[in-house]
């Protein structure tokens, strides 16, 4: 993908250089070639096995929050018609694995806060040597995408955090109770899971996009009219790194 901007007169030319790594897939034009290309024309299509595998794993993520959230609408349909009737046979164990729950996402978020603090350091320091031009854009921009993917597994995290502790205090009334379990809490706590799964998918379609954005840019375009005056052929089935 191209990123950036230059001024290009004529007789001048332009070193394009990969932000992905990626295996040439197609040579589209070939080259070195004195014949002139116009802006858009496709000079080469690029395949990363890495954004491919992301972009099932965010189509499957996406997928399944989807069915979560049809769940929650149709259970809080059921509540609220009264058509379901919510009972718990062993209130212990219920209340003992609501209490492991937060404990496992308590842990969690207490991880993914150190590793978002250790890469924020990382960010200070990487912004001063992309500066002083010590290293390129690229890595800086490689860990401010990393830090942004932790950001949103927090978010999810304390969103758990949330259910799970909901699901505490209903283990603990529930304890109380024998039968005819409270639709109201219930009603409450769907409703907070319905609106957790709303936003989490919201935030993977985002992320969804990115990706495919990032795919589409590993189709190499002319930026503007000109001629090819690399070897473009001896670069079929070639893997690209960042920076070539």
């Known amino acids: 993908s191209i990123t950036g901007s230059a001024n ?21 034009q070939t080259g070195p070639s004195s014949i002139i290309l116009g802006k858009g024309t496709k000079i080469l299509q690029m395949y990363s096995p890495t954004l491919t595998a992301q972009l099932g794993q965010q189509m499957q993520l996406l997928s399944k929050l989807d069915s979560d959230i049809r769940t929650q609408r149709t259970l809080i349909q059921s509540i609220r018609t009264g058509s379901i009737k919510l009972e718990g046979e ?20 207490t ?24 290293i390129s854009e690229f ?6 995408s990393s830090q942004e993917a932790l950001a949103g597994e927090l978010e999810g995290a304390k969103g758990e955090l949330l259910s799970a502790l909901a699901d505490v205090k209903i283990a ?13 809490e219930q009603l409450s706590k769907a ?24 795919i589409s ?23 690209v790194t960042p920076g070539e």
Do not use: C, H, W
């Open 8 to 28: 290009v007169t004529e007789g001048e030319s332009l070193d394009i250089r990969s932000t992905e790594t990626a295996v040439v897939k197609q040579i589209f």
């Open 90 to 109: 062993n209130r212990d164990d219920e209340l003992q694995a609501a209490y492991a729950m937060v404990r496992k996402v308590q842990s969690r978020i």
């Open 111 to 134: 991880s993914l806060q150190n590793q978002i603090k250790i890469q924020s350091d990382q960010i200070t320091k990487l912004r001063s040597l992309t500066k002083a031009g010590a």
């Open 139 to 144: 890595q800086l921009q490689n860990t401010l």
């Open 172 to 184: 603990q009334r529930n304890q109380k109770i024998d039968q005819d379990v409270n639709l109201e």
């Open 191 to 214: 409703l907070d899971e319905l609106n957790s799964a709303e936003s989490s998918f919201r935030v993977g379609k985002i992320a969804l996009d990115a990706i495919e954005d990032r």
């Open 217 to 239: 840019n590993l189709t190499l375009v002319m930026p503007f009219d000109g001629v090819i005056n690399s070897n473009t052929r001896a670069l079929l089935s070639r893997t």
